[in-house]
């Protein structure tokens, strides 16, 4: 029985709170998403692409890590 005080210690409550940032498994994944992200932007950076292109990729990538992500979790899920 939670009054409000402090932090919950029912499990079941905390894991559906878990989608906030400050988890540490929240933080990983986004973690994952920008990794992906950043290289495709280093990559375009590399090849002596446009910073419009450097950036369209750095998004696409960010995009795709999303994807792969989404995946992973899907199939471990």
């Known amino acids: 029985m939670s009054r409000g005080r402090g932090p919950d210690r029912d499990p079941r409550r905390r894991a559906a709170d878990s989608s906030s940032l400050t988890e540490p498994s929240a933080r990983l994944k986004a973690l994952f998403v920008l990794l992906v992200g950043l290289s495709g932007g280093t990559m375009a950076l590399g090849g002596g692409a446009s910073p419009l ?9 960010a995009v795709a890590g ?12």
Do not use: N, Q
Not at 53 to 61: E, K, N, Y
């Open 66 to 77: 999303g994807a792969l992500l989404w995946y992973l979790l899907w199939i471990l899920g």
């Open 53 to 61: 292109t450097v950036g369209l990729l750095t998004v696409g990538g």
